[in-house]
């Protein structure tokens, strides 16, 4: 399914939001895991999560798939004091097939409900090149949905290539999440799940 992906490469830092680890995101990630049932034996149900799960989760969960002309060049768009989640329809049926792009763009849009619920952006300073990543809403989001995506603990032993094919993510974001675990890992820090 070919994806209308123009302009994603372009770098947004999003907002500042309080300070947070890759270690306090990979323990978010390991409560979601559990909440869900998730073992990290296959792809993580994302879909699930925004459809199923976050409805019970925050009582009323708007997950709306509207037109690219809603959207623009956005492939989605969260926000999280709200509990609405829109996703461009070709990204959600894109996801629906199992494309790897399509499964992380829903879970960085689900990163983002999980992790800045309660954060008033009216208020926030947008971020730029000189603020720390784990200040960066969207370094957060990233981070957390790679967490999500890929269980640290199943990943560690695996070549970028089987990453991908077992849990339906793009080679980008295996090789990230692969690097970071490795860095966990020399830390001391023991994977989870």
Same mark, same amino acid.
């Given at each position: 399914?070919?994806?209308?992906?123009?302009?994603?490469?372009?770098?947004?830092?999003?907002?500042?939001?309080?300070?947070?680890?890759?270690?306090?995101?990979?323990?978010?990630?390991?409560?979601?895991?559990?909440?869900?049932?998730?073992?990290?034996?296959?792809?993580?149900?994302?879909?699930?999560?925004?459809?199923?799960?976050?409805?019970?989760?925050?009582?009323?969960?708007?997950?709306?798939?509207?037109?690219?002309?809603?959207?623009?060049?956005?492939?989605?768009?969260?926000?999280?004091?709200?509990?609405?989640? !829109? @996703?461009?329809?070709?990204?959600? +049926?894109?996801? $629906?097939?199992?494309?790897?792009?399509? #499964? =992380?763009?829903?879970?960085?849009?689900?990163?983002?409900?999980?992790?800045?619920?309660?954060?008033?952006?009216?208020?926030?300073?947008?971020?730029?090149?000189?603020?720390?990543?784990?200040?960066?809403?969207?370094?957060?989001?990233?981070?957390?949905?790679?967490?999500?995506?890929?269980?640290?603990? !199943? @990943?560690?032993?695996?070549?970028? +290539?089987?990453? $991908?094919?077992?849990?339906?993510?793009? #080679? =980008?974001?295996?090789?990230?999440?692969?690097?970071?675990?490795?860095?966990?890992?020399?830390?001391?820090?023991?994977?989870?799940?």
């Amino acid at each position: 399914m070919k994806i209308n992906s123009q302009n994603w490469d372009q770098h947004d830092y999003g907002y500042e939001v309080p300070a947070c680890s890759r270690r306090e995101l990979l323990e978010i990630a390991n409560s979601v895991y559990k909440a869900v049932g998730y073992k990290g034996e296959g792809p993580f149900p994302i879909l699930h999560l925004v459809e199923k799960v976050f409805p019970v989760v925050y009582g009323k969960y708007d997950f709306m798939v509207v037109s690219g002309k809603e959207l623009g060049n956005k492939m989605g768009e969260t926000f999280p004091n709200e509990h609405v989640m !829109k @996703i461009r329809e070709d990204i959600y +049926d894109a996801a $629906c097939a199992g494309n790897a792009f399509a #499964r =992380s763009t829903i879970g960085h849009e689900a990163s983002h409900q999980i992790k800045h619920e309660g954060i008033q952006l009216v208020f926030a300073r947008k971020a730029n090149r000189d603020l720390p990543a784990y200040k960066s809403s969207e370094w957060q989001a990233n981070a957390l949905s790679g967490a999500l995506l890929m269980p640290c603990s !199943k @990943i560690s032993s695996l070549s970028i +290539d089987e990453i $991908c094919d077992r849990y339906k993510v793009t #080679r =980008s974001a295996a090789k990230t999440q692969k690097n970071a675990v490795k860095n966990e890992m020399r830390y001391g820090v023991v994977p989870f799940l």
